[in-house]
């Protein structure tokens, strides 16, 4: 029973973080460096609110100066990821966006193993991010040759689809700084410095750069902006939650269900329509997704 409320979790992690996405796609572009400061307000508050009903405040400055570099290098990568997502979302659809940063998370994980850890990938593993670059070609390449849309148009395309490979690769960084933390850290803790890159760095900028962003949000924007930062939030909290019984192999199967939820929402509420060769590019990056992971 407790095993299957686990994965439950995992598999909620997916479905919140693509939630999100269903949110943050309705914000407008001129919110894109006010939402990683607002969704790191939020999550650090609710994450801040769990560690001091768990009593877990006495690690917090208990760990080596390494894993402190660690986290707030992994806060970098996980700000500078979410910023290139806010701005992907608003040109490609949703399961293109998540298909490719998810995938691309996966095969950068083998890559940073081989050259930081020596450990060279199986066969399985080269085949499947193989699979996984095809993919991320028929969805590029080939979608693009069969939507004759104007050339404008499939620059808009093509910049969606390097914007989500960018935070694909992003993430994938901060996700090895952060496992090189959590050595020794406490996953909330791991969570909680999370938050620290967006509200020093992005709050620096808002304080003397972009005084005038949070005055050109309206209400429906908040609408938006609150609810998305909290389904990242409810997406984190699941993951951990799964991470202490599950592996990270395990887990990242479950969120690589992610982009069939986000396909879902992107039909039923924004309408989008997925083509053949964008069809298949998914079918080809989850499949060497799997592969990559049960044969890492």
């Given at each position: 029973?407790?095993?299957s409320?686990?994965?439950f979790?995992?598999?909620?992690?997916?479905?919140?973080w693509?939630?999100?996405?269903?949110?943050?796609k309705?914000?407008?572009?001129k919110?894109?460096?006010?939402?990683?400061?607002?969704?790191?307000?939020?999550s650090?508050?609710?994450?801040?609110?769990?560690?001091?009903?768990r009593?877990?405040w006495?690690?917090?400055?208990s760990?080596?100066?390494?894993t402190?570099?660690?986290?707030?290098?992994?806060?970098?990568?996980?700000?500078?990821?979410?910023?290139?997502?806010?701005l992907?979302?608003?040109?490609?659809?949703l399961?293109?966006?998540?298909?490719?940063s998810?995938?691309l998370q996966?095969?950068?994980a083998?890559?940073?193993?081989?050259?930081?850890?020596m450990?060279?990938?199986?066969?399985?593993?080269?085949?499947?991010?193989?699979i996984?670059?095809?993919?991320?070609?028929?969805i590029?390449?080939?979608?693009?040759?069969?939507?004759?849309?104007?050339?404008?148009?499939?620059?808009?395309?093509?910049?969606g689809?390097v914007l989500?490979?960018i935070?694909?690769?992003?993430?994938?960084?901060?996700?090895?700084?952060?496992d090189?933390?959590?050595v020794?850290?406490?996953p909330l803790?791991?969570?909680?410095?999370?938050?620290?890159?967006?509200?020093?760095?992005i709050?620096f900028?808002l304080?003397f750069f972009?005084?005038?962003?949070?005055?050109?949000?309206?209400?429906?924007?908040w609408?938006?902006?609150?609810?998305?930062?909290?389904c990242?939030t409810f997406?984190?909290?699941?993951?951990?939650?799964?991470?202490?019984v599950?592996?990270?192999?395990?887990?990242?199967?479950?969120?690589?269900?992610s982009?069939?939820?986000?396909?879902?929402?992107g039909?039923?509420?924004?309408?989008?329509?997925?083509g053949?060769?964008?069809?298949?590019?998914i079918?080809l990056?989850?499949?060497?997704?799997i592969?990559?992971?049960l044969?890492?």
């Amino acid at each position: 029973m407790f095993e299957s409320l686990v994965s439950f979790a995992a598999i909620s992690s997916a479905f919140w973080w693509a939630s999100s996405g269903g949110f943050i796609k309705s914000v407008r572009t001129k919110t894109t460096i006010v939402f990683p400061f607002i969704e790191a307000l939020i999550s650090g508050l609710v994450i801040a609110s769990i560690i001091a009903i768990r009593n877990d405040w006495g690690d917090f400055l208990s760990y080596s100066i390494q894993t402190y570099i660690f986290m707030m290098i992994a806060s970098f990568f996980s700000m500078s990821g979410v910023l290139m997502f806010f701005l992907s979302i608003r040109k490609i659809p949703l399961g293109i966006v998540y298909t490719i940063s998810a995938s691309l998370q996966v095969l950068m994980a083998v890559i940073l193993d081989l050259f930081f850890n020596m450990i060279i990938p199986q066969i399985g593993v080269i085949f499947g991010g193989t699979i996984i670059l095809l993919g991320i070609m028929a969805i590029n390449f080939f979608s693009n040759n069969n939507k004759g849309k104007e050339i404008i148009s499939l620059n808009v395309y093509a910049y969606g689809i390097v914007l989500s490979s960018i935070a694909g690769i992003l993430w994938s960084f901060g996700n090895f700084f952060n496992d090189r933390a959590l050595v020794e850290a406490n996953p909330l803790i791991g969570a909680f410095f999370r938050s620290f890159g967006p509200i020093i760095i992005i709050g620096f900028l808002l304080s003397f750069f972009f005084r005038n962003e949070f005055v050109g949000i309206d209400k429906k924007d908040w609408s938006m902006l609150i609810p998305g930062s909290l389904c990242i939030t409810f997406a984190m909290l699941s993951w951990f939650i799964s991470l202490n019984v599950n592996s990270v192999s395990l887990n990242s199967i479950f969120i690589s269900i992610s982009p069939v939820f986000a396909l879902l929402i992107g039909l039923i509420f924004y309408k989008e329509r997925i083509g053949l060769y964008e069809f298949i590019g998914i079918i080809l990056c989850l499949v060497g997704t799997i592969l990559v992971i049960l044969n890492r």
